[in-house]
């Protein structure tokens, strides 16, 4: 071990039954904050491009600013995460977060330049990024602490902050609230609401007393111990879970409701209806996850979801009769709606690398997220939205195939020293 180690680190002391559920409490908000930011943004798109009078292909580059500067923070959160710490990390996203998404709205209501737009979204998006893997190593950690599954549950918030974002925008617009204007104030709720949750959060009391790295990345926690990660099976196979849930849940977010106006003749409100069910089925399968995942384990759960996911995309895209296709889309919801934040406490299961483990997976997972709707409006200029969705099929049957990655360590043994409610 080199000399210039420091002394290793003290681990904290064993978290009162108080301080753990404070602790739940404020990563349950962390996550609606999150939400809330990325739909206020989402939200409000239609009037961007109106302010920019930009054509689709122009909007298109804005997009590519926020997913560029997501894999920039998605790859360099590990590291920050290691250096800074999980609650400086996450007070620094969420305050730059909020800068990012008042910087776009300046550039597009004042300066009206496309170019301070994806400057800005760049930022928010790297910012976002690097929430995305510090919230769910937090809430990972704190899953731990109260010694029950959770995971789901804070992905169900994230879900409801973007429904509120959402309904905030439509108000906006409906109102016709200034974008900046908008903008401040979420920016406003978001730095508000991170002067609330961050205090709450706690030292990991399961953090290894592992030494602090020198000044060449060498010790336990060392840059190139993060990136090896990449080669370990496990965060691979986990990716893939990750992938393939992914991949479903942002397909239907992107062309779900084309595809029951394409492929089943709906109208188009019905369409935007058939989407709502959709993420409300996600919300549900979230919500229920936390017992089933406790009763039963990840690997059943999530081989018997994936089971469901099939199955729904199925019936969508084969369906004779409309009602047949929503059938299908409420199984493919309550399918898609655990693979993400499983697979998540599957990557954090080990304190020591769970923040290389889920920068490595989320970056994976990612990739759906950005490559997957492109390509299946690709497949789907040629052969139909319905019969694309023939992709999503296929890596959900590859999520499935690989959902023994996602196994429990000493499952049995998982039983909190303080009981947390």
Do not use: K
């Not at 500067?69 to 710490?85: K, R």
């Not at 986990?238 to 992914?246: D, E, S, Y």
């Not at 990739?367 to 709707?373: D, K, R, S």
């Not at 499952?411 to 947390?420: D, E, Q």
Request: charged fraction near 10%; hydrophobic fraction near 55%.
């Amino acid at each position: 071990m080199s000399d210039g180690l420091q002394t290793s680190r003290r681990a904290p002391a064993p978290l009162s039954r108080e301080a753990v559920r404070a602790w739940r409490n404020a990563v349950f908000l962390i996550f609606a904050l999150s939400g809330l930011a990325v739909a206020t943004w989402l939200s409000r798109n239609p009037a961007i491009r109106d302010l920019l009078h930009a054509s689709t292909a122009q909007m298109g580059w804005v997009v590519f600013g926020i997913a560029a500067g997501s894999i920039v923070g998605l790859t360099l959160s590990s590291h920050v995460l290691a250096v800074a710490g999980p609650r400086a990390t996450i007070l620094g996203c969420l305050l730059v977060l909020s800068g990012g998404l008042v910087f776009a709205g300046v550039g597009a209501s004042v300066l009206t330049s496309m170019v301070w737009v994806i400057v800005g979204l760049a930022v928010f998006g790297a910012a976002n990024g690097m929430l995305d893997v510090s919230m769910n190593v937090e809430g990972a950690a704190n899953e731990r602490a109260l010694g029950r599954t959770v995971m789901p549950l804070f992905h169900a918030s994230f879900s409801i902050g973007t429904m509120a974002g959402a309904g905030l925008g439509g108000l906006a617009e409906r109102l016709h609230v200034p974008v900046l204007a908008h903008t401040a104030v979420i920016a406003g709720v978001l730095v508000l609401g991170a002067l609330v949750a961050v205090p709450r959060l706690q030292p990991h009391p399961d953090a290894p007393a592992e030494p602090a790295e020198d000044a060449d990345g060498h010790g336990v926690s060392g840059w190139r111990s993060r990136l090896a990660i990449w080669r370990d099976s496990r965060t691979v196979f986990i990716g893939l879970i990750v992938l393939g849930m992914a991949f479903a849940e942002g397909s239907a977010n992107d062309w779900l409701a084309l595809a029951m106006v394409d492929g089943h003749g709906v109208s188009n409100a019905t369409g935007a209806f058939v989407f709502g069910v959709f993420v409300t089925a996600m919300t549900v399968g979230r919500i229920v996850g936390v017992t089933v995942l406790d009763r039963f384990g990840r690997v059943p759960v999530l081989r018997a979801t994936a089971g469901l996911a099939a199955v729904g995309l199925t019936l969508l895209i084969v369906a004779p009769a409309p009602w047949l296709a929503v059938v299908g889309v409420v199984l493919w919801g309550l399918g898609a709606s655990l693979g993400f934040p499983v697979g998540m406490s599957a990557a954090a299961d080990d304190p020591a690398t769970a923040a290389a483990r889920v920068s490595a997976v989320a970056t994976i997972g990612y990739c759906a997220f950005l490559v997957g709707p492109p390509l299946i409006g690709f497949v789907g200029e040629h052969v139909g939205l319905l019969r694309a969705l023939l992709l999503v099929l296929v890596l959900v049957a590859l999520a499935g195939l690989t959902s023994g990655a996602g196994r429990e360590p000493g499952r049995t043994g998982r039983t909190p020293a303080t009981p947390a409610d």
